[in-house]
């Protein structure tokens, strides 16, 4: 699978999984465009890995709850030319059971998954359309599909993104673009290592482990090749069985 020449965004690249989806494209031979806002240095050293292992990439910091800071950024990253893959990849937790959730733990959660994916993916969409060719991918959760207690804003802003994908990809189907979303379960990286013990991995994951970043990124690199090209629409699910 080749991507010479397309130029992908992932945003929340800082994290393990969205610079284990940055590693594997830019291996693909994507010029890769790393987003990251609280954690610069993050994205520098990712840069700096795949520069030295033979890969492209560009390091872009800037805040996806801000209309101006995205739009600001998405014309600097245009003038390199089209961004043909995007990758929705950023999102937080503020976890609280609802009657006891604050209206700022709401608020972030939806701003940084829901809008900032409105952010970034509008403004890329045309130059991406005009070269009849496109992926667009959002990452979702399991939580939007099964629900998960203490997440009610969380699962609300994946699953809004999984009814995104749907109707976006009816909308740029006929100009060579797909829109997917991968909704992962358990995936290893210092968060969910954080949250999840291997006793509760152990009971919830009918595999009996967490997946690790390299597998949601194969399965993005594979959405992302030409041999995905008729696949569109869809929510596709990487848990180790959960549902």
């Known amino acids: 699978m080749t991507l010479e020449g397309k130029r992908a965004l992932i945003t929340g690249a800082s994290g393990a999984l969205g610079a284990a989806m940055a590693e594997r494209l830019a291996r693909d031979g994507a010029t890769v465009l790393l987003h990251a806002n609280s954690r610069p ?107 998960n207690r203490g997440q009610v804003n969380y699962a609300a802003a994946k699953g809004a993104l999984n009814s995104a994908t749907k109707a976006l990809s009816l909308e740029v189907a006929s100009r060579g673009v797909t829109v997917n979303a991968i909704a992962p379960g358990i995936i290893a990286s210092p968060m969910a290592d954080a949250a999840f013990d291997p006793a509760m991995v152990n009971q919830m994951v009918p595999m009996k482990r967490a997946g690790t970043p390299q597998e949601v990124a194969a399965l993005a690199s594979f959405l992302a090749s030409d041999e995905a090209a008729y696949i569109t629409g869809q929510v596709i699910s990487i848990n180790g069985g959960m549902i």
């Open 41 to 147: 240095e993050a994205v520098e050293q990712l840069a700096a890995a795949i520069a030295a292992a033979g890969g492209k990439a560009e390091c872009h910091v800037f805040d996806l709850r801000s209309d101006e800071a995205c739009r600001v950024a998405c014309e600097r990253m245009l003038e390199g030319g089209p961004v043909q893959i995007v990758v929705n990849n950023a999102g937080v937790h503020d976890d609280a059971v609802l009657p006891g959730m604050r209206a700022d733990q709401w608020h972030k959660v939806i701003d940084v998954s829901l809008n900032g994916f409105f952010r970034v993916t509008q403004p890329l969409l045309l130059p991406m359309m005009r070269t009849r060719w496109g992926r667009v991918l959002n990452i979702s959760s399991v939580s939007a599909l099964t629900g």
